[in-house]
């Protein structure tokens, strides 16, 4: 997991250059007004969800964690908390499902405040639990969460980058 700010985008690019496209996506200045949904970057291997919703108490957010795609999390308006841990340090509750790239888990982690010009990368072994209120009650928040496949992400130090599937009990 990463959780750095705007400013520092071009050490990403550097890192990461065939993600450009997504750091552009995500440092835009009109995603207040942008429509909600689905926006193409780069077909199904990367693209932008543009979503709004009422942030709930930390019991009430769901653990997930994604082994085809990492996720890079950014508010647009609004603030949360962001709740997250290693998978193994985790119980997962059902079997990976392919077809939505999604693994139920439950147990505890910790929380990162996620507001401003602060994102958040998540690779596969992080589980993450979005959407907790950043004060007592409930707030809006309009968030982006950009979706790029394992693949794009070609540094060397990636273990997931032969595009294999895993099984999170370490068998592949």
Do not use: C
């Amino acid at each position: 997991m990463i959780v750095d700010d705007l400013a520092n985008l071009s050490q990403y690019r550097e890192l990461y250059p065939a993600i450009g496209p997504a750091l552009d996506f995500l440092s835009r200045q009109d995603l207040a007004q942008l429509e909600l949904g689905r926006h193409e970057i780069d077909g199904d291997s990367m693209y932008a969800m543009l979503m709004e919703y009422d942030t709930v108490t930390e019991q009430k957010a769901m653990w997930e964690s994604h082994q085809r795609y990492v996720d890079i999390h950014r508010v647009v308006s609004g603030s949360e908390r962001i709740s997250y841990a290693w998978i193994r340090a985790l119980k997962q509750t059902a079997p990976y499902d392919f077809a939505d790239d999604y693994v139920a888990f439950e147990g505890t982690g910790d929380l990162i405040p996620v507001t401003g010009s602060r994102f958040v990368i998540f690779f596969p072994q992080d589980a993450h639990r979005p959407a907790i209120h950043a004060a007592e009650a409930s707030g809006r928040v309009r968030k982006i969460v950009l979706k790029i496949e394992v693949q794009k992400m070609t540094a060397p130090h990636l273990a997931y980058g032969s595009g294999q599937i895993h099984d999170l009990a370490g068998e592949s």
